[in-house]
T-cell receptor, first 113, second 113 residues
C-alpha cells in the first residue's frame, strides 16, 4: 500500500515566522495531495489540496508545493499566528481506483506569541 | 445541513461486548469511510464505501464490519470489543472518492476495558 512519511513530527516557531512541513509518498500513481488541520479534540479539516497537474497552490498564508518526480509535497505557512497551532496531516490516495487515503503521522505545530 | 453526524460521542465497553457506531451524512455524498486515530498518531482507514451496497476493506479492517444500505448511513460494527480497539473513531464522506475533500464527523471516543 501507500507509505506516507511526514516530517517533522513537532515544530515550534515564533509568531510571524514561517513553517514548512514535508511529506513523501511511495505510490507514483497518486494524483491528489490534501492537507488537514486538527485542533485539539476536534475533527480534521481540509485546509488546502493540490492535484498533480500543478506544482504549487496558494490560499492566503498557506501554500502547498508538489514535486512528483521526487514524490514529495510540502505545506508552507507564512506569517504564523497562535491560532495556527494544531496538528497538521498530509495524505495521499492509493489502491483500487485510488479509493483509499493514507495519512502521514502528523506534525504538531506550536506558534509561540 | 448538518454535514457528517456521528453517535455516540463517547462510549465505554467491556471486552467482548459488541456495539455499532453510527454515521450519517446529509450531503448526498457517494463516498464514506471510517478511520481510527490512536493517541499521537495519524488516521488509519478501517473500511470505506463508494456507494450504497458497496463496501471494501481499508488498512486495518480486522474486528470491524460495515454495511451501506443507504447513501446517507454508514454504520461501523465492533463484533467483539478488545482493549486494542480503544481509540477515537472518525467517519468521513466526500462527493465521490478519496481524491476529493473529506468531510469528517466530530468523532466517537471509545474505551474498551
Amino acid at each position: 500500500g501507500e507509505n506516507v512519511e511526514q516530517h517533522p513530527s513537532t515544530l515550534s516557531v515564533q509568531e510571524g515566522d514561517s513553517a514548512v512541513i514535508k511529506c513523501t509518498y511511495s505510490d507514483s500513481a497518486s494524483n491528489y495531495f490534501p492537507w488537514y488541520k486538527q485542533e485539539l479534540g476536534k475533527r480534521p479539516q481540509l485546509i488546502i489540496d493540490i492535484r498533480s497537474n500543478v506544482g504549487e497552490k496558494k490560499d492566503q498564508r498557506i501554500a502547498v508545493t508538489l514535486n512528483k518526480t521526487a514524490k514529495h509535497f510540502s505545506l508552507h505557512i507564512t506569517e504564523t499566528q497562535p491560532e495556527d497551532s494544531a496538528v497538521y496531516f498530509c495524505a495521499a490516495p492509493w489502491g483500487r481506483a485510488g479509493n483509499m487515503l493514507t495519512f502521514g503521522g502528523g506534525t504538531r505545530l506550536m506558534v509561540k506569541p | 445541513n448538518a454535514g457528517v453526524t456521528q453517535t455516540p460521542k463517547f462510549q465505554v465497553l467491556k471486552t467482548g461486548q459488541s456495539m455499532t457506531l453510527q454515521c450519517a451524512q446529509d450531503m448526498n455524498h457517494e463516498y464514506m469511510s471510517w478511520y481510527r486515530q490512536d493517541p499521537g498518531m495519524g488516521l488509519r482507514l478501517i473500511h470505506y464505501s463508494v456507494g450504497a451496497g458497496i463496501t471494501d476493506q481499508g488498512e486495518v479492517p480486522n474486528g470491524y464490519n460495515v454495511s451501506r444500505s443507504t447513501t446517507e448511513d454508514f454504520p461501523l460494527r465492533l463484533l467483539s470489543a478488545a482493549p486494542s480497539q480503544t481509540s477515537v473513531y472518525f467517519c468521513a464522506s466526500s462527493y465521490d472518492g478519496a481524491e476529493q475533500p473529506q468531510h469528517f464527523g466530530d468523532g466517537t471516543r471509545l474505551s474498551i476495558l
